[in-house]
Structure formats: structure tokens, C-alpha cells
């Protein structure tokens, strides 16, 4: 599976959008873009994933470049049960696996 | 929906036991789970897949024989880690899948595993 590129951590205050970032260069046209994320002492939890288009669902939005090079994951209004651990993860369409990388983790002041 | 229920969430036993972690899923039927491993400040790392009625398939350097995996059902995977040693102290995390393969995992709150 290709390669994800993402931030060591960020920071937000609540209440405001959040974008976090991943570089993908070296995606394939069939990979798809799938974002994870992990509160403290918990298992991870499915965010939203996408191939090409953006989509958006109740927790999130996200952003795909035209290149498929990079994407965003977009928190309209980040809250404090939104500090996390969020993993930006390349997964071909024949792969059963997951592979995590090191994450953003995702700080959010009151 | 889609929730997978993991028990125990926590447990701590003397070096040389056996300890099994079971995975369910409440409100699906998981072709597939998956079984995780997380040091603490680390990622997860995979450990197996397995499907059900069949044997799992192991990561690297994850011995079989060390951690047992049985997928007796479409809704249940086991994990024993047989003689444990203080090592073999970690988060351990299961998740489960229904349909192909692009469908998202969902996973258990883990099992904190502590040997003495």
C-alpha cells in the first residue's frame, strides 16, 4: 500500500473547522483515501473514505485534490471529544488490510 | 450500527499464563477480522486476518503458535496468547468487516493486556 504523509500534530479551538492534511504522491488510481481516528485509550473509529469525489457524512468532510496527490479531512466544528489520534490510510482495492501510520494528533482547546 | 464488542477491556495475569481476548460483532456479520497490537505512543500494527472456518493468515514475525487465533462464526474471533510474558504486555485491538474489502473496519474498544 502506498505511503501517507501527514502533520505530527495540530492544534484547534472548539468550535472552529479543522482541516488536516495528507500527501499521497505516490497513490494509484485505484487506491482509496480512508481516514481513522483514535481517542485516547480507545480502538480506532471509521471517519470517511473516498476515491475520487468528495464526500461528506455526520462526522466529517472530505477533500480530494484533482491529482489525487493529497486530501483533507475537514471537521466543520471541532469539539472536545474531536482530540484524537487521525490516521490518513491507503488501501488498494484488492487489500484486506489496514496499515496504520503515526497520525495527526489532533489537540482542541476549550 | 456496526459495533464490535471486546471482552476483556482489561487484564492483568502471572507470566506463563494463557489469556484468551474474545471479539464479537453485536449487529453485523463480519466476513472478516482483523487483530491489532499497540505499544504504548506506537501505532497499531496488524497482527492477523482471519475469516471465518478458516485459518488465519499472520503477519510477519507474529508466531501462530504464540498467538492463537479461532474464527468460529461470522460473529466471533478469539485471540489467546499462550504463556504469556511480561513482553507480551500491549494493547490489543480487534476489528471486523462485512462485505468487500473497501468497506470500513470497525473496531473494539481493545483489551489492555498486563503480564507481571
Known amino acids: 500500500d502506498a505511503k501517507t504523509t501527514q502533520p505530527n500534530s495540530m492544534e484547534s479551538n472548539e468550535e472552529e473547522p479543522v482541516h488536516l492534511p495528507c500527501n499521497h504522491s505516490?497513490?494509484?488510481?485505484?487506491?482509496?483515501i480512508h481516514w481513522y481516528r483514535q481517542l485516547p485509550s480507545q480502538g480506532p473509529e471509521y471517519v470517511i473514505h473516498g476515491l475520487t469525489s468528495n464526500v461528506n457524512n455526520r462526522m466529517a468532510s472530505l477533500a480530494i485534490a484533482e491529482d489525487r496527490k493529497s486530501s483533507t479531512l475537514i471537521l466543520h466544528r471541532a469539539t472536545l471529544r474531536d482530540a484524537a489520534v487521525y490516521y490518513c490510510?491507503?488501501?488498494?482495492?484488492?487489500?484486506?488490510?489496514?496499515?496504520f501510520g503515526k497520525g495527526t494528533k489532533l489537540t482542541v482547546n476549550p | 450500527g456496526a459495533v464490535v464488542s471486546q471482552h476483556p477491556s482489561w487484564v492483568i495475569c502471572k507470566s506463563g499464563t494463557s489469556v484468551k481476548i474474545e471479539c464479537r460483532s453485536l449487529d453485523f456479520q463480519a466476513t472478516t477480522m482483523f487483530w491489532y497490537r499497540q505499544f504504548p505512543k506506537k501505532s497499531l500494527m496488524l497482527m492477523a486476518t482471519s475469516n471465518e472456518g478458516s485459518k488465519a493468515t499472520y503477519e510477519q514475525g507474529v508466531e501462530k503458535d504464540k498467538f492463537l487465533i479461532n474464527h468460529a462464526s461470522l460473529t466471533l474471533s478469539t485471540l489467546t496468547v499462550t504463556s504469556a510474558h511480561p513482553e507480551d504486555s500491549s494493547f490489543y485491538i480487534c476489528s471486523a468487516r462485512k462485505g468487500s474489502s473497501n468497506q470500513p473496519q470497525h473496531f473494539g474498544d481493545g483489551t489492555r493486556l498486563s503480564i507481571l
Open positions: 490510510i491507503l488501501k488498494g482495492p484488492g487489500s484486506e488490510k489496514l496499515v
Open positions: 505516490t497513490i494509484s488510481g485505484t487506491d482509496y
